[in-house]
């Protein structure tokens, strides 16, 4: 039997926009081997929402399976959701990357690791989640003309800490994706270009200086912020307790601030009140950067 497990992720980091993408201590995990019948178990977070058909992990299997033309007569899988579902902390990647390592398991590791972020990708439609979910840590990435997945992995520094407010109302990433215009000024072309790089220059050194001034997106946030419960008191909060960055996280509809873990608690207590002034349900949630990335062991 194999158990793979598989981080949730936090996409964009303000200026980043489908190019960066990083992962967070929090699993899902697959438990997957070959039986005489296919057998899928469904447990965990939210376990009430998933459902057997049209299931996103069994549908990745079966085109891993169809990819490399095998097909097992049997499996059973049991899948411990850990990662809250349209919430913009990577529930989707985590299905895809868990599928397809769990199908890549059960027929002797075909695939390499690119080919499966590149199936990945293709599946997913950008590498910003599917990428930090399979290879932890932060990674910037991009597919290139001919279909490659370029990436760059920047393990972060060790006193960086997130804290994440988790709503308890959905959104779809779709509809996220909807408020998005479709095209820009060259300004704010060049505003994100020069805030991406700084700011990942800043997570590289650990220059939380730099990486607090150049948080600060202009292609997706300001148009998605309408979609988002309290996102200017929560910021405002987060960054007066000490964080050095906040950000949608992904599509929302959860926000992240960033900040060292000396201030950790301060900036998760100051979240906490402003979500209970504005009545917004949901939890606040602690939580480190995952380093490692997508793991898979055999087990007896
Ligand atoms: N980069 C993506 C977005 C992440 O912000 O829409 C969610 O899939």
Known sequence: ??????????????????????ALSQYSVFECELSDEIVIELDGLEKEKL??????????????????????????????????????????????????????????????????????????????NVAPALLGNLIVSTKIDNG????KSITPFDELMCVLFIPDYEISTSSSRGVVPKSFEIRDAIHNMSHLTLMIMGFMTGDTNIISKTMNDVIHEPYR???????????????????FGFALSGAGSTVIAFCDKADVERVSESLQETRNMLGIAGKVKKIEPCRNGATCEKID
């Open 148 to 151: 490659e997945i370029v990436y």
């Open 225 to 243: 912020k309408s979609l988002i419960l309290g996102f200017d008191e929560l910021k405002k909060s987060a960054l007066d307790a000490g964080a």
């Open 51 to 128: 459902t057997i058909e049209n299931n996103l992990v069994i549908n990745c299997m079966n085109k891993l399976f169809e990819k490399i033309g095998k097909y097992p007569s049997g499996y059973h899988i049991k899948i411990t959701n850990g990662v809250p579902l349209a919430r913009g902390m990577g529930s989707s990647a985590t299905a895809i990357i868990g599928g397809l390592l769990s199908a890549n398991a059960l027929i002797d590791f075909p695939l390499s690791k690119d080919a499966i972020l590149e199936l990945a990708t293709e599946i997913e439609g950008h590498p910003d």
């Open 1 to 22: 039997m194999y158990r793979i497990t598989v981080p949730a992720t936090t996409a964009n980091l303000g200026p980043g926009y489908d190019v960066l993408g990083m």
